[in-house]
């Protein structure tokens, strides 16, 4: 039998400290009630439910494909542009400036006549003649390259003397001569107009461009 009674006189079991049979009171803290949890004390935790995908062809579907990221917001008026503002000019574009040639202080090999092939693979090519020396051979540095077994990789020169206005023709002590109307030089012959030079079988006109009436000037011009 209970011996224990509340203040409004419920008897009630010692072990209670609060009567079940009296209304509670509103001034007393609520007690929580703790039940044991197989989550831990913390109790579970929450899991955030993810927001409902927008539908591709929902107007908010674009909208959500952008970047956030320095998107312009949509409540914000649209950018006043000025009518009367300066144009903002591109900068101006590098230019390359051609490199000038270094001065040695060697006088301008303009051209001053031609050799013409009459046979062979240089039937109908043209070769200039240069201010000065030019060479002929067999080697590749040569002015006038000649593809022929019989001529020297020296073969011969081919001078220009401006302050004389004469062509020279010098064999290079090669080993099968140098022929001028089929004649041998013996070792130099001034050339003319039209004459056919010979070395081994190749054949070439000569056409000079200066003579006593057509010179270049050392200005370069023709005088």
Known sequence: MADKRCENGHF?????????YCPADNSEAEIPIVRPTRFGPDGPRPVPVPAPALRDDSPGAAAAALPTEGRRPTNLPPPVVRRDAPAVQAPPMERTVS???PDGGQPQRYVVGWLIGLNGPARGESYPVRMGRNVLGRDRRSDVVINDDQASSHHADLVFRPEERRFILMD???TNGTYVNEVE???RRDLGTKDIIRIGSHR???MPLCHEGFYWGDEGVLQ
């Open 12 to 20: 009630i079991d010692e072990s209670w400290d609060l009567c079940p």
């Open 99 to 101: 490199a000038q040639k």
């Open 172 to 174: 290079h002590n090669s």
């Open 185 to 187: 030089i013996e070792p």
């Open 204 to 206: 070439f006109l000569f």
